[in-house]
């Protein structure tokens, strides 16, 4: 006997067809809102729709009933106020200009949620700062971050992650609309200290690839991760970002989980790079976007306009921007930031 999902929620709809939007679209109508799964391709989207699954990102996770797959934007959109974004970082921007040309009284009620992480790398701004220029309208954003990967939560596995908005109301709706006993969704008003989280740590990520790459070892992992959170707290002090937002799921957490699992991306990407491959093999090789890549510039940027020194994202820039040798990449970090005396600078 077929038995029917208790909507729980109102109607949302997710942006983005990628691993992590179809994992948190999966998420959402488990726990019982009517969510509408959007994204560019129309070929693509159709596949989705044909079967119930997105065997291309997420294989093995098959679509709840209450998950409708649509390629056109305005039926997407229709009928709901609210949107969750999960698209790299270089789109984000395109999206939001997207949602700038529908009705300003649209626009005015919108309940706006991202899992997107990353600064935008040609202004340095984080996506709540695209948000507040291009919709100001929009009083209710969130962002959904913390230690996740795509594939377990589609499996329906254990997962913590942190809701973070400046309107606690906005931040808790979002939180329950994706709670279920497995999954467990923590708010926080510090948008700042976890977008930066969600920022960094794909950047490090990539220095903890290197590192295990060249065999140097589980000490130097630790350390690099350790020194890693120091500096990424550096530079999310610098922007306003709260201390104790680092110690938590979205920055020692997400740093922990991207540095030493190989299901991330941007650490298979340093460890591709030790192997002696270029960056543009290896991302072909893996075959998704690698956000840590981007965030190397975007972030050491960040960091040069700040004046905030953070040693390990200037040598991993070195490795992905400039060609450098990981080897000597990670030497000089080894010798010199993780040497003896290093521990309070």
Same mark, same amino acid.
């Given at each position: +006997?077929?038995? &029917?999902?208790?909507?729980a929620?109102?109607?949302i709809?997710v942006?983005g067809a990628g691993?992590w939007?179809?994992?948190?679209?999966?998420?959402?109508?488990?726990?019982?809102?009517?969510?509408t799964?959007?994204?560019r391709?129309p070929?693509?989207?159709?596949?989705l729709a044909?079967?119930?699954?997105?065997e291309r990102?997420?294989?093995g996770a098959?679509?709840?009933?209450?998950l409708?797959?649509?390629?056109?934007?305005?039926?997407a959109?229709?009928?709901?106020?609210?949107?969750?974004?999960?698209?790299?970082?270089?789109?984000?921007?395109a999206v939001?200009?997207?949602?700038?040309r /529908?009705?300003?009284?649209?626009r005015a009620?919108?309940?706006l949620?991202?899992?997107t992480?990353?600064f935008e790398?040609?202004?340095?701004?984080?996506?709540?700062?695209?948000v +507040?220029?291009l919709?100001? /309208?929009?009083?209710?954003?969130a962002?959904?971050?913390?230690?996740?990967?795509?594939?377990?939560?589609?499996?329906?596995?254990?997962t913590?992650i942190?809701?973070?908005?400046?309107?606690d109301?906005?931040?808790?709706?979002m939180?329950n609309?994706?709670r279920?006993k497995?999954?467990?969704?923590?708010?926080s008003?510090?948008?700042v200290?976890?977008?930066?989280?969600?920022?960094?740590k794909?950047?490090?990520?990539?220095g903890a690839?290197?590192?295990?790459?060249?065999?140097?070892?589980?000490n130097?992992?630790?350390?690099?991760?350790?020194?890693?959170?120091?500096?990424?707290s550096?530079?999310?002090?610098a922007?306003g970002?709260?201390?104790?937002?680092f110690v938590?799921?979205?920055?020692?957490?997400?740093?922990?989980? &991207?540095?030493?699992?190989?299901?991330?991306?941007?650490?298979? +990407?340093?460890?591709?790079?030790a192997?002696?491959?270029?960056?543009?093999e290896?991302?072909?090789?893996i075959?998704?976007v690698? /956000?840590?890549?981007?965030?190397?510039?975007?972030?050491?940027?960040?960091?040069?306009?700040?004046?905030?020194? +953070?040693?390990?994202? /200037?040598?991993?820039?070195?490795?992905?921007?400039?060609?450098?040798?990981?080897?000597?990449a990670?030497?000089?970090?080894?010798?010199?930031?993780?040497?003896?005396?290093?521990?309070?600078?």
């Amino acid at each position: +006997m077929m038995t &029917t999902t208790l909507l729980a929620h109102p109607p949302i709809t997710v942006i983005g067809a990628g691993s992590w939007g179809t994992a948190l679209a999966i998420q959402l109508a488990r726990a019982g809102s009517e969510v509408t799964l959007w994204g560019r391709n129309p070929k693509f989207m159709q596949q989705l729709a044909h079967a119930r699954c997105n065997e291309r990102y997420l294989p093995g996770a098959q679509f709840p009933t209450n998950l409708t797959i649509e390629a056109n934007w305005d039926k997407a959109i229709r009928g709901t106020n609210r949107l969750l974004v999960s698209v790299p970082s270089h789109a984000f921007r395109a999206v939001l200009e997207d949602l700038k040309r /529908e009705p300003e009284a649209w626009r005015a009620c919108l309940e706006l949620a991202w899992a997107t992480k990353g600064f935008e790398l040609s202004t340095g701004l984080l996506p709540h700062q695209l948000v +507040m220029s291009l919709l100001p /309208e929009c009083g209710n954003y969130a962002v959904v971050s913390g230690p996740t990967f795509a594939l377990e939560v589609g499996a329906g596995l254990p997962t913590a992650i942190t809701v973070a908005a400046a309107n606690d109301g906005w931040a808790t709706h979002m939180a329950n609309a994706l709670r279920t006993k497995t999954f467990i969704a923590y708010t926080s008003e510090d948008i700042v200290g976890v977008e930066i989280g969600g920022a960094v740590k794909n950047a490090l990520a990539i220095g903890a690839g290197l590192s295990d790459g060249l065999g140097f070892g589980a000490n130097a992992r630790i350390a690099l991760i350790n020194r890693g959170l120091r500096e990424l707290s550096r530079l999310g002090l610098a922007m306003g970002a709260r201390q104790e937002t680092f110690v938590g799921l979205a920055g020692m957490g997400d740093l922990v989980l &991207t540095c030493t699992d190989n299901q991330s991306r941007n650490r298979r +990407m340093g460890l591709a790079l030790a192997s002696g491959r270029s960056v543009e093999e290896a991302a072909e090789e893996i075959g998704q976007v690698v /956000e840590g890549v981007g965030a190397a510039s975007a972030v050491y940027e960040q960091a040069q306009r700040l004046n905030v020194r +953070m040693p390990i994202i /200037e040598q991993i820039y070195r490795v992905v921007v400039e060609g450098v040798n990981p080897r000597d990449a990670v030497e000089v970090l080894l010798n010199r930031e993780l040497g003896a005396g290093a521990e309070h600078g």
